[in-house]
Nanobody, 117 residues
Framework: QVQLVESGGGLVQAGGSLRLSCAVS??????MGWYRQAPGKQRELVAAITSGGSTNYADSVKGRFTISRDNAKNTVYLQMNSLKPEDTAIYYC?????????????WGQGTQVTVSS
């Protein structure tokens, strides 16, 4: 059974920082990442990282957010700096397992990030 436990969300003023963590039980996943969903909007990819360390970021967060992972702890992190009110959303941890070209996605419960102006 795969379980994702997120932590680190909260309320911060614009320009501040937060660090999200997601501890995952189970096997090592090929891709770990973070998505977010703001009210009235679709869920969007924020950042992702492969088991080899390759990263991918949404244009809106490049230069401000940093994703990292600790394979020994099976944990993925999202360091968020220079936060803006438009970063306000529920942030979801996502891990991907690929078995024989079939993709399996697993999701955390979500953690609220609120950035005040």
């Amino acid at each position: 059974q795969v379980q994702l436990v997120e932590s680190g969300g909260g309320l911060v003023q614009a320009g501040g920082s937060l660090r999200l963590s997601c501890a995952v039980s189970g096997t090592i996943f090929s891709v770990m990442g973070w998505y977010r969903q703001a009210p009235g909007k679709q869920r969007e990819l924020v950042a992702a990282i492969t088991s080899g360390g390759s990263t991918n970021y949404a244009d809106s967060v490049k230069g401000r957010f940093t994703i990292s992972r600790d394979n020994a702890k099976n944990t993925v992190y999202l360091q968020m700096n220079s936060l803006k009110p438009e970063d306000t959303a529920i942030y979801y941890c996502n891990v991907v397992l690929k078995v024989l070209a079939v993709r399996y996605d697993y999701w955390g419960q979500g953690t609220q990030v609120t950035v005040s102006s």
